[in-house]
């Protein structure tokens, strides 16, 4: 079946340390986003890519990575600077062009929930 | 930057009535897209309708649809026939050729279905 998957589901980190959030899709899909969801507010872009070994920041980009090595693959690295990283994680994804999916529309994945011990 | 305001933060409706969820958008681009997003308890974001809008026709997906006033920078959601599994929060989204690709998100309206 074609979709988005995000792993881990749960994630725990330590003050200090450096996790990385998978989200592998197989849609075929050009561009990947990561958004952050916080209580009671909408989702936050945090960094998008349209093309491989491109990315470009979104609103909330400070003490984050990513990097854009394969079409399939778009990890997001949560660093020891972000300063209150505890929150839900979505991966999505987007054909550009052609293919049956609209080109509009983004599709997600089932997230992850990082959690700062 | 577009803005995208949800004013019902929560609501709620019996089963197999009717209601309608608000979203208003402030943009000053003339073509763009319109989206509602289900986030049920999973928390699985899922596409219920989308609207493009250089077309006048509301869209329609079933049990769901939308009501886009355009010169009023309105879009709201219907949902009829409530059912159980509609208990969600609901986000309204906008993308415009300007927004980078990227959905800009209202906070979202957390709609509760009662038997």
């Known amino acids: 079946d074609g979709g988005i998957t995000q792993s881990p589901k749960y994630l725990f980190r330590k003050e200090g340390q450096n996790v990385t959030l998978s989200c592998e899709q197989n849609l075929n899909h050009d561009a990947m986003y990561w958004y952050r969801q916080d209580p009671g507010q909408g989702l936050r872009l945090i960094y998008y890519?349209?093309?491989?070994?491109?990315?470009q920041k979104g609103d909330i980009a400070e003490g984050y990575s990513v990097s854009r090595e394969k079409k399939e693959s778009f990890p997001l690295t949560v660093t020891s600077a972000q300063k209150n990283p505890t929150a839900f994680y979505l991966c999505a994804s987007k054909a550009l062009a052609g293919g049956t999916t609209f080109t509009d529309t983004q599709y997600f994945g089932p997230g992850t929930r990082l959690t700062v011990l | 930057a577009q803005t995208v305001t949800q004013s019902q933060p929560e609501m709620s409706v019996q089963e197999a009535e009717t209601v309608t969820l608000s979203c208003t958008y402030d943009?000053?681009?003339?073509?763009?897209?319109l989206f509602w997003y289900k986030q049920p308890p999973s928390r699985q974001m899922i596409l219920v309708i989308r609207q493009e809008a250089y077309k006048q026709q509301n869209a329609t997906e079933n049990r769901f649809s939308v009501n886009f006033q355009k010169a009023a920078k309105s879009f709201s959601l219907k949902i009829s026939d409530s059912q159980l599994g509609d208990t969600a929060m609901y986000f309204c989204a906008f993308l415009g050729p300007n927004s980078g690709y990227a959905l800009n998100f209202g906070k979202g309206t957390s709609l509760l279905v009662t038997p």
């Open positions: 943009t000053s681009e003339n073509n763009y897209y």
């Open positions: 890519s349209q093309i491989v070994n491109d990315f």
